[in-house]
């Protein structure tokens, strides 16, 4: 490894754990998604009004990627013009109308503009919007680059790809040039624009090499090639731009400050993406679908709370059974940005279940990070939130805390995971949430159980942690452990027993009916104990099931016919037996509390109602 970059890196460290990180205020202090000024006006473009490079192409992607890219670079361009204090509009994009997000991006857009009371200057082209914004003066020129042509799965691993256009985008953010690729230089130069410079053929090392002293150190963009998203937030924020897990990535993530922000998605191998990174001490907020991030995130720091509905403790400890069983449901995948911000409150599936509020269910959301990029999502959370809904922060990002800065010594690992734990206290707190769920390499391990401790020490109202292994899910079978608050409070880290997954033919998991009848067969077999059945079950959120002549079947995703998420739940839940009751994840674990240590718990429930 470079001893230059582990010099450096050793220096970051020294910083961070001996000084800190000053900023302006908390809600600065705490963000792990850059701050983006806002504008006094957005100039709105669709793709839909450009005519596709590739009509041939399968893929819509593909066939509008070099305008794609083109108005992602103008978009970041005018980002970090406006937070410059050298211009005041910024880009909106628009895709296809028949885009399956389009609905999502389209609400939340008609709320930010209510949030920021800015105007929609005007519509344009994406060719006039080139020139416009030409005559602005908010670029300097183009840097041309090729469009990968490489055969494989999309947002995946291809040989031979060509990755001269997450080159391209590092420069742009440097050099201030907006993105044209060599089927569109005829138009730039009849334009007039000048050629910065030439990137075809070069890769991310060499942007690596070339600029890493002047990009952000906080940031870094993981992108396939091939995909325009998220170019803008990265060129707006000068962000080193790369993909896959070979070099130059240990190289970035060893020059990045520790718990950076690694925007967007790395490829097919997601375990090994997520250690790798995670052994650096940073985090991921899974979001390389996610679009217009730069207007959507302006100005977040300044948003008042959304607080979520928690559940009523009052009424827990006055009604509380200590001989009942209860068992509780939550869904899969709750880090993931994109999914929530494009595909998830208005699908059927999901927060629009039909079921959905008809029984006690729990998510796991990036609500932390919502918080910073889209506090209109979390709004709409907000006022649709069904009562005996859990809602758990997701770790932070996506990261395995126990692999999470192993690389420094444990002295510097530790003070990493406070330092994060300490962001989560905030979230939590601002938005009223008590329950933290995490995916683990091995959940019972000593580097797991000491990063419980840390989390649990630094989040004042936590009231457990839900954790998964990362394969298997249940890999200690509904396991719960316990960890010490920095007051003494015991809390639970509880593994989930049973999984709701599609073709999954294991043990512990399978149908709605098949995981009824495993739920069905343990609590029964708890009936001569003197304790209660707790236990909780991980729903895969992308597991299709149809239910037909009262048989539930697999089918793939999405089948005709199928569904997924809530539904299926809901036909686990019509199965168990009347002895064993469903509950909110919250109120399962203050009820693990309650029948570990009641009077320690019934003193916590007093001290957070007010009820001394």
């Not at 000084?19 to 705490?30: E, L, P, T």
């Not at 389009?102 to 082209?125: A, F, I, S």
């Not at 200590?322 to 709750?334: C, H, L, R």
């Not at 989390?455 to 396991?479: C, D, H, N, R, S």
């Amino acid at each position: 490894m470079n001893s230059v970059i582990r010099k450096t890196a050793f220096v970051n460290l020294v910083i961070l754990f001996t000084c800190g990180i000053v900023f302006a205020d908390k809600a600065v202090d705490n963000r792990w998604w850059p701050v983006q000024k806002a504008p006094k006006k957005i100039l709105k473009t669709s793709l839909a009004e450009a005519s596709p490079t590739y009509p041939e192409a399968e893929n819509y992607i593909i066939k509008y990627s070099p305008v794609h890219m083109m108005l992602q670079s103008l978009s970041g361009l005018t980002a970090k013009a406006v937070n410059e204090g050298s211009f005041d509009e910024m880009v909106w994009i628009d895709l296809l109308p028949n885009w399956r997000h389009q609905d999502d991006y389209r609400y939340w857009y008609k709320k930010v503009l209510e949030r920021l009371e800015v105007k929609v200057k005007g519509h344009y082209t994406p060719f006039e919007l080139l020139e416009y914004l030409k005559d602005k003066g908010v670029y300097k020129g183009y840097i041309l680059y090729s469009i990968d042509q490489s055969e494989g799965p999309f947002v995946g691993s291809r040989p031979w790809m060509d990755s001269s256009a997450n080159a391209a985008t590092v420069a742009a953010g440097i050099l201030d040039g907006v993105l044209i690729s060599e089927e569109l230089e005829p138009r730039a130069k009849k334009l007039g624009l000048k050629k910065l410079l030439d990137v075809r053929g070069k890769d991310e090392s060499w942007a690596f090499l070339e600029y890493k002293e002047r990009l952000n150190r906080n940031y870094a963009l993981a992108q396939d090639p091939k995909m325009p998203r998220q170019r803008a937030l990265a060129i707006a924020n000068k962000m080193m731009v790369f993909y896959e897990m070979d070099e130059p990535a240990d190289s970035v993530y060893e020059w990045l400050n520790p718990l950076s922000s690694i925007i967007g998605y790395n490829g097919t191998h997601e375990g090994q993406f997520i250690e790798q990174l995670s052994r650096y001490g940073h985090i991921l907020p899974a979001s390389n679908w996610c679009m217009n991030l730069p207007i959507l995130s302006a100005e977040t720091e300044d948003c008042e709370p959304v607080k979520f509905e928690a559940m009523d403790l009052a009424e827990f400890k006055k009604n509380y059974d200590p001989a009942s069983n209860a068992v509780s449901f939550i869904m899969s995948d709750g880090d993931n940005v994109q999914w929530l911000m494009g595909d998830f409150c208005f699908n059927k599936f999901y927060w629009a279940s039909p079921d959905h509020g008809d029984f006690p269910f729990g998510w796991g959301l990036p609500f932390a990070g919502l918080d910073q990029v889209c506090t209109e999502t979390m709004q709409y959370l907000k006022e649709t939130q069904p009562n005996d809904c859990t809602l758990n922060l997701h770790a932070g990002g996506y990261y395995m805390p126990d692999v999470f800065g192993v690389r420094y010594s444990d002295k510097e690992r530790i003070a990493l995971l406070r330092k994060h734990a300490k962001r989560l206290n905030y979230y939590m707190k601002r938005n009223n949430s008590r329950t933290l769920q995490f995916i683990c390499d091995d959940i019972d391990g000593k580097n797991a159980m000491e990063a419980y401790k840390v989390f649990a020490e630094e989040i004042e109202q936590l009231a457990g942690i839900f954790v998964l292994q990362y394969a298997p899910y249940t890999a200690e079978e509904g396991k719960i452990m316990w960890v010490r608050s920095s007051s003494g409070v015991q809390i639970p880290v509880i593994n989930c027993k049973y999984t709701i997954w599609a073709n999954y033919n294991q043990p512990d998991g399978g149908t709605p009916s098949e995981v009824a009848q495993m739920i069905n067969k343990d609590a029964d077999k708890m009936c001569d104990s003197d304790d209660p059945y707790f236990a909780w079950t991980i729903i895969h959120a992308w597991s299709g099931f149809k239910k037909a002549n009262g048989e539930i079947k697999s089918t793939a995703f999405e089948a005709d016919g199928s569904w997924a998420g809530v539904t299926p739940t809901k036909w686990c839940v019509d199965e168990l037996d009347r002895d064993v009751n469903v509950v909110s994840p919250e109120e399962l674990l203050w009820r693990i509390r309650m029948n570990h240590n009641p009077a320690q718990t019934k003193e916590v429930i007093d001290d957070l109602t007010g009820n001394q």
